[in-house]
């Protein structure tokens, strides 16, 4: 579940940053996935060391 908010939250991120600077549809959608994955792997380390901790 952690995984999935952080794909969400970087998702969105990325969109809204792109939007920023003046992307296209096809500039945010770029921007959006590659904050997605950045966040996935974020999360994939936060759930791991909660995984570790318990």
Not at 11 to 37: E, N, P, S
């Amino acid at each position: 579940m952690i995984v999935f908010l952080f794909a969400l939250f970087g998702l969105a991120l990325g969109w809204y940053r792109a939007g920023r600077v003046g992307g296209d549809t096809k500039d945010r959608a770029q921007w959006a996935l590659a904050h997605m994955f950045a966040f996935v792997l974020l999360g994939l380390l936060v759930a791991l060391i909660l995984a570790r901790m318990s």
